[in-house]
């Protein structure tokens, strides 16, 4: 028999205009959280401040760099301390000392437009204080998941786009997508780690007519997830169409010379 109540709220104002190539917003916030467990009581108020700054640098693209700070806040299922079997010997429970969690993220981006080329690359870092995190710990009985606030995270890198029209047209082309971001996690109890995710998508199209066909691929990376790496699923996908006025066919071959991974 297990009781909590959360309440949130959230005021803020906001400035925005245009000055030249300049445009700019700017906001002020301010979120109150209160939270009663059957051991604590929380009252939090947490500032979120915003800024965004853009520049156009005509040919040379688009430039925008922004700041923001926000929290995270532990679920019902994270603060609850019922005892949940996963398997016969690995159980997962909750922490009702579980705090919400406060994050300092700059982002920088850039975009680029061209006959041949459409490209947008985003830089990332991220301070997170108390971050909640999820561990393995072995018990006498059991192997249990559990949740913690731990001392500190940090998340940088970057995150890329694209479309690429050797021919000036849509006979062929290619997109991408893709992102290099490193993540150090710093806890007492689970203690200090990183872990580095690449993960790529590309697609290939071709549009002749009333023809259409698509090739979809990628290469397959590993992210944090609690306590696991998980593993996107592998791509290997062939998809052929023809259109005529109202009329649509198509034809799929998913995971083409290869075989689904997960």
Same mark, same amino acid.
């Given at each position: 028999?297990?009781?909590?109540?959360?309440?949130?709220?959230?005021?803020?104002?906001?400035?925005?205009?245009?000055?030249?190539?300049?445009?700019?917003?700017?906001?002020? $916030?301010?979120?109150?959280?209160?939270?009663?467990?059957? %051991?604590?009581?929380?009252?939090?108020?947490?500032?979120?401040?915003?800024?965004?700054?853009?520049?156009?640098?005509?040919?040379?693209?688009?430039?925008?760099?922004?700041?923001?700070?926000?929290?995270? *806040?532990?679920?019902?299922?994270?603060?609850?301390?019922?005892?949940?079997?996963?398997?016969?010997?690995?159980?997962?429970?909750?922490?009702?000392?579980?705090?919400?969690?406060?994050?300092?993220?700059?982002?920088?981006?850039?975009?680029?437009?061209?006959?041949?080329?459409?490209?947008?690359?985003? %830089?990332?870092?991220?301070? %997170?204080?108390?971050?909640?995190?999820?561990?393995?710990?072995? *018990? *006498?009985?059991?192997?249990?998941?559990?949740?913690?606030?731990?001392?500190?995270?940090?998340?940088?890198?970057?995150?890329?786009? $694209?479309?690429?029209?050797?021919?000036?047209?849509?006979?062929?082309?290619?997109?991408?997508?893709?992102?290099?971001?490193?993540?150090?996690?710093?806890?007492?109890?689970?203690?200090?780690?990183?872990?580095?995710?690449?993960?790529?998508?590309?697609?290939?199209?071709?549009?002749?007519?009333?023809?259409?066909?698509?090739?979809?691929?990628?290469?397959?990376?590993?992210?944090?997830?609690?306590?696991?790496?998980?593993?996107? *699923?592998?791509?290997?996908?062939?998809?052929?169409?023809?259109?005529?006025?109202?009329?649509?066919?198509?034809?799929?071959?998913?995971?083409?010379?290869?075989?689904?991974?997960?």
């Amino acid at each position: 028999d297990y009781k909590t109540s959360f309440l949130k709220n959230y005021i803020y104002s906001e400035l925005s205009g245009k000055i030249g190539k300049l445009t700019y917003k700017a906001s002020f $916030g301010i979120s109150n959280i209160r939270r009663d467990t059957y %051991t604590q009581k929380f009252n939090d108020w947490i500032w979120r401040p915003s800024a965004i700054l853009g520049y156009n640098m005509g040919r040379g693209g688009i430039l925008t760099l922004q700041y923001k700070m926000y929290s995270s *806040e532990p679920s019902i299922a994270q603060l609850s301390n019922n005892r949940v079997y996963v398997t016969e010997h690995i159980v997962r429970q909750g922490n009702p000392e579980l705090r919400n969690s406060i994050s300092n993220e700059i982002n920088m981006d850039w975009s680029w437009t061209s006959k041949f080329l459409d490209f947008k690359i985003s %830089t990332l870092y991220r301070h %997170t204080d108390r971050p909640i995190n999820t561990y393995f710990s072995r *018990e *006498e009985d059991f192997i249990v998941i559990a949740s913690e606030n731990g001392n500190k995270s940090k998340t940088y890198g970057a995150i890329y786009s $694209g479309t690429i029209k050797p021919f000036n047209n849509n006979i062929i082309t290619l997109r991408f997508q893709g992102q290099f971001l490193k993540t150090h996690l710093y806890s007492s109890l689970a203690g200090n780690y990183s872990h580095l995710n690449t993960p790529l998508w590309y697609q290939i199209n071709f549009q002749y007519r009333n023809w259409t066909a698509q090739y979809q691929g990628n290469i397959v990376s590993r992210s944090l997830n609690g306590p696991y790496l998980r593993s996107n *699923e592998n791509q290997s996908n062939i998809n052929i169409g023809y259109s005529k006025g109202n009329l649509s066919v198509y034809a799929s071959c998913y995971w083409f010379l290869t075989k689904s991974k997960y």
